[in-house]
């Protein structure tokens, strides 16, 4: 076989795999509406305290719509999301899908894999909110059930899903080794939910922007690959 | 000695059949631009694979826009493999 156009389907197939910037903003979404929300929630303290309490419930009604708006849109919006994002920014390049993952297995696994997640992040909450968890140690204690969860997701999808994304995991976890270890990585207690929220979607977002980097270079040698003598004449 | 399967021995053709080989579906738009043609030009070459049953063609909206997908049938898949057997065997011959 031709060694160039041998190369064809590999890079084809690294490009298709690393189109995350859908992801990346999926991503910067679920960074920036918790950070939105807890200055709302501080705002909101500060004016209810300082006497203009009808403008204070009307920021806490107002977060308890965000909030709802919020849970459903990370129980069904967020795939739907990033697949309209992927779309949308790629809309120039055309849809390209790679091959593989393992859909069966994944459709089996994800019936007790997801509520199983769900039930030990309210766990970790009631457990927080009993404190029985210190807020220092939050963000490791998901690290325990959230590094094997997204290792779990990379991997069930290994042959579509962008090898970068494993990045994500690994970080989250050398974080969690960090603040275990003593390294002041905690933001402010009164804060102590973006613990979490910060390392967990800021990690995933630059796992994602790397594999969109990654996937311009394999734009480029893919076109470089595959223009034929009638596209080069165009 | 097998000839090699004119439909993909043909420059263009042999590189979309290899673009799909790796790839579960392209749309056009994506053909079109990765390989640098011409829509009518690619047009003319998926049809002759279509003809010869090595691409399968999905047609479905985005709204309100049309969107045409191919993906490489099983045929397809077979006849490609058969192609660089041909060609690796012709090579062999070579003095």
Same mark, same amino acid.
């Given at each position: ?14 490009? =298709?795999?690393?189109?995350?910037l859908?992801? %990346? ?10 950070c ?13 305290r300082?006497?203009?309490?009808s ?11 965000l ?23 790629y809309?120039?390049?055309?849809? =390209?899908? %790679? ?8 459709g089996?696994a ?6 199983l ?11 927080v909110?009993l404190?029985s +968890?210190?807020l220092?140690?939050m ?7 959230g ?6 997701l ?22 969690? %080794?960090? +603040?275990? =270890? ?5 933001v ?10 910060i ?7 630059l ?23 009638e596209?080069?004449?165009? | 000695?097998?000839?090699p399967?004119?439909? +993909?021995?043909?420059?263009?053709r042999?590189?979309?059949m ?24 690619l047009?003319s ?5 279509e ?16 969107r ?7 045929r ?9 057997r ?8 070579r003095?």
């Amino acid at each position: 076989m031709g060694s160039d156009l041998a190369d064809i389907p590999k890079w084809a197939q690294r490009y =298709a795999r690393n189109r995350t910037l859908g992801v %990346a903003w999926m991503l910067a979404v679920v960074l920036v509406v918790p950070c939105a929300m807890t200055g709302l929630a501080l705002v909101c303290g500060w004016v209810f305290r300082r006497g203009q309490r009808s403008l204070g419930v009307a920021g806490a009604v107002f977060l308890v719509g965000l909030t709802v708006w919020w849970v459903w849109f990370l129980a069904v919006g967020v795939r739907r999301f990033a697949a309209y994002l992927s779309g949308r920014l790629y809309t120039e390049e055309g849809t =390209a899908l %790679a091959a593989g993952g393992a859909p069966c297995v994944a459709g089996r696994a994800t019936r007790w894999i997801g509520p199983l997640f769900g039930a030990c992040v309210g766990a970790t909450v009631v457990l927080v909110g009993l404190g029985s +968890i210190p807020l220092r140690l939050m963000q490791p204690v998901t690290a325990l059930y959230g590094v094997p969860f997204l290792v779990y997701l990379v991997l069930v999808q290994r042959q579509a899903a962008s090898p970068f994304l494993l990045l994500w995991p690994f970080l989250y976890a050398v974080h969690a %080794a960090l +603040i275990v =270890a003593g390294v002041p990585l905690n933001v402010p207690e009164r804060y102590a939910g973006l613990d979490v929220v910060i390392p967990m979607a800021g990690y995933g977002l630059l796992a994602a922007l790397l594999g969109h980097a990654y996937s311009r270079y394999a734009l480029w040698r893919l076109r470089r690959l595959t223009r034929s003598p009638e596209g080069a004449a165009r | 000695m097998n000839e090699p399967d004119p439909e +993909i021995h043909q420059p263009t053709r042999l590189r979309i059949m290899m673009l799909l080989s790796g790839l579960k579906a392209a749309d056009f738009k994506f053909l079109a631009t990765t390989l640098g043609l011409t829509d009518g030009n690619l047009s003319s070459h998926m049809q002759r694979l279509e003809t010869a049953g090595y691409v399968e063609v999905a047609k479905e909206f985005e709204g309100r826009l049309p969107r045409t997908s191919f993906r490489l049938s099983a045929r397809g898949k077979s006849s490609l493999a058969a192609y660089w057997r041909a060609m690796d065997a012709i090579r062999s011959t070579r003095p």
